[in-house]
């Protein structure tokens, strides 16, 4: 099975912020990405769009070597990602975590220091300047000291953002950071990745709001376990690509995933 | 091991002298002045402390059952290891049937592992397929011993009900390694575990071997289990893993302060569990250490400092009071505009509010109004009058008008961002105002664009209903309520 690739970048740049080659991840052989592959260019907002279950959050995962993959690799500035993970942050969906942890938010913002810590290093003022920075830079810092189970969704979602921000990193991977958050916090979340991407950094973005989609971003991926289209947003974003991405099921790959399960069902003793 | 004997009793003091008047055994052994109840109470003290810390990881983590697969997992190791002593024709020895326990209880602890992310297991069937395997295997080996050496097998039950008495120096000084190996690790790499217990994808996504933490807190687990076994049984041994980390969470918010707790807690429950059943020679070690600490725990939820039930009804009626403290302070500041006598401050004691206004204004009961006022009198923002009326103080004017400020500008923001009538819009103001943050306060001061951070815009509906103060009696309030 062979997938159609539309991406604007042809030639595979070696230090592009992030390379995707032929990605598949199954769950117990229920192929989830098939076939994916990917290039996006520095100091672009790359949006990730596309239906439920389409393979949006796993992408991130398998970039980040959270989920194994069947096959395919990936390049971070031209280098495997765990010679290069400093230059990455990862937000997680926010409903990942136990929000009940005893912890305040400068806490959270804390761990994103950690990495570059290291194992057996103490946080110093320097590590919790940076946090306080970053908390204000999600205007949230005078929430510095508050527990975290009592923030309300959006500031839940800022401190997330700001745990990214004192990463310092190069190449932002988030997972819907818009979900369930308040009008403000939207506004707050879309400012800090254009004051990213001006400062030269590539941001990547699980997102769901079609309408706001076009207006966020500058690349748009769409996305239904392969890769439909990827791009300018102006180019990607056409009835036919979304009518392939969001109309028919892809019912050959189910077919043959839900095929190969009840093989190996009937093999088995 | 002659010398940790040696050093222990010169560290404890020992007392040669026989004392002039004969003492009774409780009085030795809560004056320690026993070797034996010392040795025991040092030991089950820092195992105590070590599960203590232990446990609040385990807990965050979410894994806090595992502990008990694991130490009912040592049972076929310590079993297994007898029968093969005896068979080789070696002499019964504690170190060697701990090592046999160290080993099939980390075997257990990497079976759930195993199960779970090779078999794709859910982690309550792995936890009970272990715990019941493992178990059962040691129970038919116990048999096995039983049948052979008959009496000689005793020793083994005290592994699983516990036999703190039987604790040697040697075990105390076990006890006390891995209360110190617990707390260098805890201090050598917390922010690694913190990050692990909260957040394992972002661990995992900055590179830490989430997989290899995970076994190293199991293989802790193990070192507790082993040291716990003598003191409190396999079957108990979770109890000190999980009850402690459980009563600390409610005392604080903060994960160190948890920590500090939880030892304490932990060391706390043992020396105290230790000493009682020492004192009464029928009480089992192990039961009464798990009942000391569940005493810890009843006494941590009702009077923890941080999630307590008696700290949580008391903010909670703290909160109600405050509510009432704003409608009422809300209620007479409006009453003094309709007077016309709000916009500068007005001498205290110049205009008196009846409190039969207030009661009418607001669903309260005569008797609520006239706390309520006693109350703020104690704050010294009202004055009660023997005419039962009141007056604001400079101090309560000044709260009066933030208060008014504060529901007007939520009224507003609602009339303007909702659709709301005037009437719910002025209710649900009343209702939102109390939860406002001074965070929230900012924002809606922007939103609305407030000129300073001291004018009371004016209501946009009409303040009083329209009752005029000769229609209601003049005499609400019962006699005996006004003097106090």
Redesign the interface.
């Known amino acids: 099975m062979k997938t159609t690739v539309v991406s604007s970048v042809v030639k595979m740049s070696a230090d592009a912020p992030l390379s995707v080659r032929d990605i598949t991840v199954a769950y ?1 052989r229920k192929p989830v990405l098939w076939n994916v592959t990917l290039d996006v260019p520095g100091a672009s907002m790359v949006g990730l769009v596309g239906p439920n279950g389409a393979g949006k959050s796993t992408l991130l ?1 398998a970039i ?3 989920v194994p993959r069947i096959s395919g690799e990936v390049r971070i500035f031209g280098k495997e990602y ?1 010679h290069h ?1 400093s230059a ?1 942050a ?1 937000v ?1 969906q926010r409903e ?3 929000w009940d ?4 938010a400068l ?2 913002v804390m ?1 994103g220091t ?2 570059q ?1 290291g ?3 103490r ?1 110093t003022k320097k590590e919790r300047q940076a946090a306080h920075e970053a908390l204000r830079q999600m205007e949230i810092e ?2 510095a000291e508050r ?1 975290i ?1 009592q923030l309300s969704g959006g500031q839940q979602q800022r401190t997330f953002l700001a ?1 990214a921000l004192v990463q310092q990193a190069d190449l932002y991977l988030m997972d819907e950071p818009f979900a369930a958050v308040d009008a ?1 916090t939207e506004n707050a979340i879309v400012n800090i990745m254009r004051t990213l991407q001006s400062a030269g950094k590539t941001i990547v973005v699980v997102h769901h709001d079609l309408h706001t989609a076009r207006e966020y971003f500058d690349r748009i991926v769409l996305l239904n376990t392969r890769l439909i289209a990827a791009g300018k947003t102006a180019d990607v974003f056409t009835d036919e690509n979304l009518q392939k991405t969001y109309g028919g099921k892809l019912t050959l790959l189910e077919e043959v995933g839900d095929a190969m399960r009840r093989r190996d069902r009937s093999n088995s003793p | 091991m002659n010398f940790v004997a040696v050093t222990l009793e010169f560290i404890a003091g020992q007392t040669a002298a026989v004392p002039l008047i004969p003492r009774s055994w409780a009085w030795r052994v809560l004056t320690l002045s026993d070797y034996n109840t010392r040795v025991v109470l040092y030991g089950t003290t820092l195992l105590g402390i070590a599960a203590g810390l232990l446990g609040v990881y385990m807990l ?1 983590r ?1 894994r806090a059952l595992l502990g008990d697969a694991i130490s009912h997992a040592t049972l076929p190791g310590v079993a297994a290891t007898y029968l093969w002593s005896v068979s080789a024709g070696y002499e019964k020895s504690l170190a060697l049937l701990l090592i046999g326990a160290a080993i099939s209880g980390g075997l257990g602890g990497l079976t759930v592992l195993a199960l779970r992310h090779v078999a ?1 297991l859910r982690e309550d069937a792995a936890l009970g397929i272990v715990l019941s395997v493992f178990f059962g295997a040691g129970v038919a080996l116990v048999g096995i011993v039983q049948q052979d050496s008959g009496g000689n097998a005793a020793g083994l039950e005290g592994f699983i009900y516990g036999k703190a008495a039987a604790m040697t120096a040697e075990d105390a000084w076990l006890s006390g390694g891995a209360a110190l190996l617990v707390m260098l690790i805890v201090w ?2 917390g ?2 575990l ?2 692990l ?3 394992s ?2 661990a ?4 830490l071997p989430v997989l290899l933490l995970d076994t190293l807190l199991i293989a802790l687990v193990v070192g507790v289990t082993i040291v716990g076994l003598q003191a409190v049984g396999l079957i108990l041994v979770i109890a000190l893993l999980v009850i402690p980390a459980a009563a600390a ?1 409610f005392w ?4 160190k302060q ?1 920590l500090v707790v939880s030892a304490c807690i932990g060391g706390a429950s043992c020396s105290i569990g230790t000493l009682t059943s020492a004192t009464f020679a029928k009480l089992p070690s192990g039961a009464t250490i798990v009942l000391v600490a569940c005493g810890g725990f009843a006494v941590s939820l009702v009077f923890g400092s941080a999630r307590g039930i008696v700290w949580q009804g008391l903010r909670h009626r703290r909160m109600r009071d405050q509510q009432d403290f704003q409608h009422f302070l809300r209620f007479a500041y409006e009453y003094l505009e309709s007077q016309n006598n709000a916009g500068p401050f007005i001498k205290p004691g110049s205009v008196p509010i009846a409190l039969s206004h207030l009661i009418h204004s607001r669903t309260w009961s005569a008797h609520r109004v006239l706390a309520v006022g006693q109350q703020l009198q104690k704050l010294d923002m009202v004055v009660m009058r023997p005419d039962d009326c009141i007056e604001l103080t400079k101090r309560g004017w000044l709260a009066a008008r933030r208060i008014v400020r504060e529901h007007r500008l939520l009224e507003m923001y609602l009339l303007r961002e909702t659709d709301v009538d005037l009437g719910q819009a002025d209710r649900d103001a009343d209702y939102l105002e109390h939860g406002l943050m ?2 929230h306060l900012m ?1 809606l001061d922007e939103a609305m664009r407030a000129e300073s951070l001291f004018d009371v815009p004016a209501s946009p509906h009409p303040l009083l209903p329209e009752t005029v103060a000769s229609d209601l009696p003049s005499r609400v309030l019962p006699e005996q309520g006004k003097t106090a």
């Open positions: 117990h995962k980040v070597g959270m765990h993970r990455v990862y997680p990942s975590v136990d942890f005893p912890a305040t806490d959270v761990m950690y990495g810590l194992w057996f290093g946080v005078h929430l527990q189970s745990r403000a | 965050l979410k794709k050598a790499i922010k690694e913190q990050i217990c909260f957040d994808e972002l995992r996504s900055q590179g969470r604080s918010d903060s994960l948890i001074p965070e924002d």
